[in-house]
């Protein structure tokens, strides 16, 4: 089956050249035009996606070679498009940054896969001419790839945006599609992971605006949509199944488990696919918010990602009547998973200067927010120790961004189940605090490129149903 599917990969020479707030008025532009866009962000990202999934009014996508393979890339694109008039993709740092001499995982790699045209923001700051030997550059550097357009960012005033414009187009034989001036004003200030997200922003949807307006009075909106349209035709890899996952176990409508997610201010880094997995296999999702619930609500498992729990200590640290309920439910065996800034929650306490904040205490260690990165990239996990939710002997993939550094004491009672291939996780060479039925890791993992864990978590969310919960609780049931 070959498939044609309009789209675009909106790209930069570097990071921070303006390519998430030029797609987000990219993408808020066509849907408020009455198309149906379908966002995606590549790479691992939680903030960017929160953002276009905001702008475009459809939830928004990673698309990440390191954690998934070329196949699963390519047909989670063409499912995740289904239904949408044109895909907006917006890439990750610069084109061709690959974590190695050949540029492997790179936006550029990701465009090739896809068939896809790309526009290039690039920065202009104190140059002219130059910016055309650049982006012929990266003509020559891969010539495979459909470099369509270029948009010009920071631009200082007319003579210089007409030299580099005329540059460009004489030189490279591609079109300017627009340029964007130096702005006045901050309608998306950052943080140290990027952008402030969406859910901290009481102003958000004005954010966007101020985007869309952006892109409509500086860039060719219609050149771009041609360009979209010119993209190749695509055919999906393979017969395999997208999740990869057996038949879920038996379980009447009176038997299935309920798995809670805590989803607020703190916490809310989360895959759609991974809650979209869970509820496939037939689990009932939980909506749980820390901060303002008094306890933990009927559940069979606990999911618990990643977010900035230092942004909302003050209120976590108050809700004691939750931390509490969350503590003693861990000690009833509660199946719990944590990613990041659920387990900086599950632990004894945050410190943040001289301050030190309470926390669950389920973990007996605590953790100290600091200035610089502790962890910042892809990385790869071997299982060593037996956990309820990955075989030993298993590898895993993910990623990680924290700048809190875990205060390690007395882990008795704790197993450290992975060794660390690649990445910081808890240390340099260990990650994975295991104790009672509770996993905790500072490493994001991706349903599509590791689909078993949704399917062990359920099948201990049905076992904690059946057979813990009715007899009051136990210490773990490995």
């Not at 990750?92 to 896809?116: F, H, I, P, W």
């Not at 650049?134 to 960012?153: E, R, T």
């Not at 004691?320 to 969350?326: A, C, D, I, Q």
């Not at 962890?375 to 002997?393: A, C, D, M, S």
Request: glycine letters at 12%.
């Amino acid at each position: 089956m070959i498939i044609s599917q309009p789209r675009v990969i909106i790209s930069a020479l570097r990071g921070g050249s303006g390519k998430t707030i030029l797609s987000l008025g990219i993408g808020a532009n066509w849907s408020r035009e009455g198309h149906r866009v379908a966002p995606f962000k590549k790479g691992p990202d939680f903030i960017d996606p929160g953002w276009l999934t905001l702008a475009c009014g459809r939830t928004c996508h990673n698309l990440d070679p390191f954690m998934m393979s070329q196949e699963k890339v390519l047909n989670s694109f063409l499912e995740k498009s289904r239904g949408a008039e044109m895909s907006l993709i917006e890439g990750n740092r610069g084109l061709y940054d690959g974590m190695d001499l050949q540029g492997r995982y790179s936006t550029a790699e990701v465009a090739k896969l896809l068939n896809c045209p790309v526009v290039l923001i690039v920065d202009v700051t104190m140059a002219t001419r130059t910016v055309a030997a650049m982006v012929m550059g990266c003509q020559k550097f891969d010539p495979g790839l459909d470099i369509a357009g270029v948009i010009l960012n920071r631009v200082a005033g007319k003579r210089q945006g007409d030299l580099v414009r005329e540059s460009i187009e004489s030189y490279c034989q591609i079109p300017v599609l627009g340029e964007i001036p130096k702005l006045k004003g901050n309608f998306f200030p950052e943080r140290h992971m990027g952008l402030v997200p969406p859910l901290e922003r009481d102003r958000a949807g004005k954010a966007i605006e101020w985007a869309k307006r952006v892109v409509e009075d500086h860039l060719d909106l219609r050149r771009i949509r041609e360009i979209a349209n010119r993209a190749g035709p695509l055919k999906p890899q393979g017969t395999r199944p997208l999740w990869e996952t057996e038949t879920a176990p038996e379980a009447d409508a009176r038997d299935v488990p309920r798995i809670g997610y805590i989803r607020d201010k703190a916490f809310w880094f989360y895959y759609p696919e991974n809650l979209a997995q869970l509820e496939g296999l037939g689990a009932e999702l939980v909506e749980i918010n820390s901060i303002t619930s008094n306890d933990l609500p009927d559940i069979d498992a606990l999911y618990i990602g990643g977010g900035f729990p230092e942004v909302q200590v003050d209120a976590l640290a108050s809700n004691s009547l939750f931390r509490h309920s969350l503590k003693g439910a861990v000690a009833k065996g509660l199946p719990l998973y944590a990613e990041c800034g659920g387990m900086m929650y599950l632990g004894e306490g945050l410190i943040l200067g001289d301050k030190h904040f309470p926390m669950v205490g389920a973990l007996p260690l605590k953790f100290r927010l600091e200035k610089k990165p502790q962890g910042h990239g892809y990385t790869i996990l071997r299982v060593q120790k037996r956990n309820l939710y990955f075989p030993e002997g298993d590898t895993l993939r993910g990623h990680e961004f924290h700048y809190s550094r875990p205060l390690m004491g007395d882990l008795e009672g704790v197993r450290l189940v992975f060794r660390v291939e690649r990445g910081q996780g808890l240390g340099g060479s260990r990650d994975g605090l295991c104790t009672n039925n509770l996993l905790a890791t500072y490493s994001h993992l991706h349903a599509i490129g590791y689909p078993a864990w949704a399917r062990r978590f359920f099948e201990a969310a049905l076992f904690f149903k059946r057979h813990i919960k009715p007899s009051g609780g136990l210490v773990g049931i490995l």
